[in-house]
């Protein structure tokens, strides 16, 4: 079965430091993957995906993702850190299953602490 | 606007009684799918539609029921056969890539 393993269910950070939010997938093929942004009590939105074209996505709000075949990964980063980016972040991979069924299953979560 | 509709925002629930939370897109979207969140655990997915009329069990299926009539809605009925229902419910739609989320409903047992 295809899944996401997000490293870290917490991670907390200074503000104006490095984030790095991890991401290892496993498939079988060349997968669509995604990061996502949660905040209280809302619904996700999209921060960046990954669709076999480039290996490095840029999204919105300063964030990019690297997507290395060779080590299964798809991490998250952003250069320096803001309080606004204080969230929940969910890595997710999109794929067919054998009934010929598209899905989406996503990780456990990354809660991000932004320390002033 | 286009986008994702979920109703009612809080929801609460005597023991025993089904309810049903809506979903309505207007974005013309083929899929659409329901997921659970509880802390700690993620998404899990309940239940997917691919086209009007078809729709299958994902991970969580147990307690829970679909339809989808129509290519915009696809509501979700929470059953009293499900034991712990008291979680953020999220619905989203997708066409080719990414699926879009709606706000989500909080549904609480009382």
């Known amino acids: 079965a295809q899944s996401v393993t997000q490293l870290g269910s917490h991670v907390s950070v200074s503000e104006g430091a490095l984030v790095l939010l991890r991401c290892n997938y496993s498939?079988?093929?060349?997968?669509?993957l995604f990061w996502y942004v949660q905040y209280p009590n809302q619904g996700l939105q999209l921060l960046l995906k990954?669709?076999?074209?480039?290996?490095l996505v840029k999204g919105i709000n300063g964030f990019e993702a690297e997507f290395k075949k060779s080590e299964t990964s798809f991490h998250l980063t952003k250069p320096s850190a803001h309080m606004s980016d204080a969230a929940e972040y969910f890595c997710?991979?999109?794929?067919?299953?054998?009934?010929?069924?598209?899905?989406?299953?996503f990780g456990t979560g990354t809660k991000l602490q932004v320390i002033p | 606007d286009g986008g994702i509709t979920q109703s009612p925002k809080y929801l609460f629930r005597k023991e025993g009684q089904n309810v049903t939370l809506s979903c309505e897109q207007n974005?013309?979207?083929?899929?659409m799918y329901w997921y659970r969140q509880d802390p700690g655990q993620g998404l899990r997915l309940i239940y997917y539609?691919?086209?009007?009329?078809?729709?299958q069990k994902g991970d969580i299926a147990e307690g829970y029921s679909v339809s989808r009539e129509k290519k915009e809605s696809f509501p979700l009925t929470v059953t009293s056969a499900q034991k712990n229902p008291t979680a953020f419910y999220l619905c989203?739609?997708?066409?080719?890539?990414?699926?879009?989320f709606g706000q989500g409903t909080r549904l609480t047992v009382v």
């Open positions: 974005l013309n979207h083929d899929a």
């Open positions: 539609s691919q086209i009007v009329n078809d729709f």
């Open positions: 498939s079988s093929v060349p997968p669509y």
């Open positions: 997710a991979v999109r794929h067919m299953n054998s009934g010929g069924y598209q899905k989406v299953t």
């Open positions: 989203a739609s997708s066409m080719v890539t990414e699926a879009f």
């Open positions: 990954y669709t076999s074209a480039a290996t």
